[in-house]
């Protein structure tokens, strides 16, 4: 039966793409399906169509699948930021230890028989969060959620159950704040940034915010009991509405007596529980002793850098974000920790051929999504240190650059865990470790 661009129709969903979209193969031709579920019979609403593929929502389900659950937020289906609501928490996972075993075989990397998972409470965990907000008088004035799926939109939320439970109560709020505002139409977004002492907003705003306004912000921080600022160009400019009542937000890392502070502009992981149990798994992978030197790459505030240096003879962290890197030596201090260095280089840049690292033992690499294969050539052809600990937050970068330590025969995949830092979406962390071959 033929299949038109704008026609509803029958289909079966025979997978789930690495976005959460379910597979399904008409007349030749792959449809991803938003809203379907492997197994499943549904009706199929076009979207839009590419040469390749075609894009459709799953308008009815006739057939369920038994994995389906009900989600729990009313937004699900247009909010962009959960994608997979739908289906039950076990299975979740399941589909992103699929998707990093998929995208390791598609580089020819042979897996672990053991693969570990890593999971935390699958609601309430995102302590750092981009809020959009649009004035939109045709739609009731303010809105403030996060993006439609596919779209530049904003989804209203009332509440959130993925976000903070500090955040989760005022959303409602922000709306009619926002209202009071002299140029409601020129405040773009909230950044989001909770620690376990406190949680800031930080108001982007394309106008000069008048005394009235700064007034009204204020009143909104004592009422909620958050800690608001104020951001009129780059994250420098982030300035508190109150300076004598802001607190240095921070986390801890309870099995090593840590505390890393931050601020509000800071890059932390949104997800505090499994961060701490990224960071004990691979400080217990890479078990450094008191003759081994530790070098941790994109080392950020210094999250495993300090973990790391509490067993270790030293340990250096390279980090190209000078803001980053200067908090990370905050942060040394704030723990009276002396055999931890933190330098600033760009390891994505031409410097990388002049760097002249001393000998290090251990290896651990944090990159970003884009990876760290120009990262990675530096190592195993300057330093080429016992063991390589590798944390990832893109399977494909990711099975790229173990393809690219394990083809030269030098290093193995020796360990294998997934980590769900982003429940309720596709998003997946990898954690690994290499070691040398002998």
């Given at each position: 039966?033929?299949?038109?661009?704008?026609?509803?129709?029958?289909?079966?969903?025979?997978?789930?793409?690495?976005?959460?979209?379910?597979?399904?193969?008409?007349?030749?031709?792959?449809?991803?399906?938003?809203?379907?579920?492997?197994?499943?019979?549904?009706?199929?609403k076009?979207?839009r169509?590419?040469?390749?593929?075609?894009?459709?929502?799953?308008?009815?389900?006739?057939?369920?699948s038994?994995?389906?659950?009900?989600?729990?937020?009313?937004?699900?289906?247009?909010?962009?930021?959960?994608?997979?609501?739908?289906?039950?928490?076990?299975?979740?996972?399941?589909?992103?230890?699929?998707?990093?075993?998929?995208?390791?075989?598609?580089?020819?990397?042979?897996?672990?028989?053991?693969?570990?998972?890593?999971?935390?409470?699958?609601?309430?965990?995102?302590r750092?969060?981009?809020?959009?907000?649009?004035?939109?008088?045709?739609?009731?004035?303010v809105?403030?959620?996060?993006?439609?799926?596919?779209?530049?939109?904003?989804?209203?939320?009332?509440?959130?159950?993925?976000?903070?439970?500090?955040?989760?109560?005022?959303?409602?709020?922000?709306?009619g704040?926002?209202?009071?505002?002299?140029?409601p139409?020129?405040?773009?977004?909230?950044?989001?940034?909770?620690?376990?002492?406190?949680?800031?907003l930080?108001?982007?705003h394309?106008?000069?915010?008048?005394?009235?306004?700064?007034?009204?912000?204020?009143?909104?921080?004592?009422?909620?009991?958050l800690?608001?600022?104020?951001?009129?160009?780059?994250p420098?400019?982030?300035?508190?509405?109150?300076?004598?009542a802001?607190?240095?937000?921070?986390?801890?890392?309870?099995?090593f007596?840590?505390?890393?502070?931050?601020?509000?502009?800071?890059?932390?992981?949104?997800?505090?529980?499994?961060?701490?149990?990224?960071?004990?798994l691979?400080?217990?992978?890479?078990?450094p002793?008191?003759q081994?030197?530790?070098?941790?790459?994109?080392?950020?505030l210094?999250?495993?850098?300090?973990?790391?240096?509490?067993?270790?003879?030293?340990?250096?962290?390279?980090?190209?974000?000078?803001?980053?890197?200067?908090?990370?030596?905050?942060?040394?201090?704030?723990?009276?920790?002396?055999?931890?260095?933190?330098?600033?280089l760009?390891?994505?840049?031409?410097?990388?051929?002049?760097?002249?690292?001393?000998?290090?033992?251990?290896?651990?690499?944090?990159?970003?999504?884009?990876?760290?294969?120009?990262?990675?050539?530096?190592?195993?052809?300057?330093?080429?240190p016992?063991?390589?600990?590798?944390?990832?937050?893109?399977?494909?970068?990711?099975?790229?650059?173990?393809?690219?330590?394990?083809?030269?025969?030098e290093?193995?995949?020796?360990?294998?865990?997934?980590?769900?830092?982003?429940?309720?979406?596709?998003?997946?962390?990898?954690?690994?470790?290499?070691?040398?071959?002998?």
């Amino acid at each position: 039966m033929a299949v038109s661009s704008k026609e509803v129709f029958r289909a079966q969903i025979q997978g789930l793409s690495h976005d959460g979209r379910g597979i399904t193969r008409v007349e030749g031709k792959v449809w991803f399906v938003e809203g379907a579920l492997p197994g499943e019979t549904v009706r199929v609403k076009p979207i839009r169509g590419k040469r390749k593929y075609s894009l459709g929502i799953a308008e009815e389900i006739l057939e369920a699948s038994p994995d389906r659950v009900d989600p729990s937020c009313s937004a699900f289906g247009v909010c962009g930021g959960c994608a997979l609501q739908h289906l039950n928490y076990p299975q979740q996972l399941a589909f992103k230890k699929t998707a990093v075993l998929d995208a390791l075989r598609g580089f020819a990397v042979e897996p672990p028989t053991e693969i570990l998972e890593i999971s935390s409470k699958p609601w309430s965990y995102r302590r750092r969060a981009r809020l959009g907000v649009r004035f939109v008088p045709k739609k009731g004035g303010v809105l403030v959620g996060f993006r439609e799926r596919n779209k530049s939109f904003v989804t209203p939320l009332p509440a959130c159950p993925v976000v903070h439970g500090s955040v989760d109560h005022v959303l409602p709020k922000l709306p009619g704040l926002i209202a009071q505002l002299s140029g409601p139409d020129r405040i773009p977004q909230i950044e989001v940034a909770a620690g376990e002492n406190g949680t800031a907003l930080v108001f982007r705003h394309l106008m000069i915010l008048t005394d009235e306004d700064l007034a009204l912000l204020r009143d909104f921080e004592a009422e909620q009991g958050l800690v608001i600022y104020t951001q009129a160009k780059g994250p420098e400019t982030a300035t508190p509405v109150s300076p004598e009542a802001v607190p240095e937000l921070f986390y801890t890392l309870n099995t090593f007596k840590l505390k890393i502070v931050f601020s509000v502009t800071n890059f932390i992981q949104v997800n505090g529980e499994v961060n701490e149990r990224i960071v004990e798994l691979v400080s217990d992978w890479l078990r450094p002793g008191e003759q081994d030197c530790v070098l941790d790459l994109f080392c950020g505030l210094g999250n495993f850098s300090l973990a790391l240096a509490g067993n270790s003879h030293r340990v250096i962290g390279i980090e190209g974000d000078r803001t980053l890197v200067a908090q990370a030596r905050t942060n040394a201090k704030v723990n009276n920790i002396d055999n931890v260095r933190f330098e600033v280089l760009d390891l994505y840049g031409e410097s990388l051929a002049d760097w002249d690292p001393e000998y290090f033992s251990r290896v651990l690499i944090d990159p970003p999504r884009s990876g760290a294969l120009e990262a990675l050539n530096a190592v195993t052809t300057k330093i080429k240190p016992e063991m390589i600990g590798y944390v990832s937050c893109n399977p494909a970068t990711f099975a790229r650059d173990a393809a690219y330590l394990t083809g030269s025969g030098e290093y193995q995949l020796d360990k294998l865990a997934v980590a769900d830092m982003f429940p309720h979406t596709s998003h997946v962390e990898t954690c690994a470790l290499f070691i040398r071959c002998e």
